[in-house]
């Protein structure tokens, strides 16, 4: 049997320490980004209004919101 290493989570086997800190490095990492806007849908709908050619003032209404 291998030691029990004391972790944030309990007592686990070392492999399953390192499986939850990549998974915990993984999640910070996406809702980092999600913050960021990174996964932000709105703007890349509003890039693709301005490249089809709608008029001047829907674009200027899809920026002020």
């Known amino acids: ?9 309990g007592y686990e086997p070392p492999e399953w320490v ?3 800190s990549r998974l915990d490095k993984w ?3 996406k809702r980092r980004a999600k913050q960021h806007g990174a996964f932000s849908l709105g703007k890349n709908r ?3 209004h301005e490249q089809i050619g709608n008029s001047s003032a829907k674009t200027q209404f899809n920026r002020q919101t």
Request: hydrophobic share 35%.
């Open 1 to 9: 049997m291998s030691v029990m290493v004391h972790s944030k989570y």
């Open 18 to 20: 390192q499986a939850d």
């Open 27 to 29: 999640y910070k990492d």
């Open 46 to 48: 509003e890039v693709q």
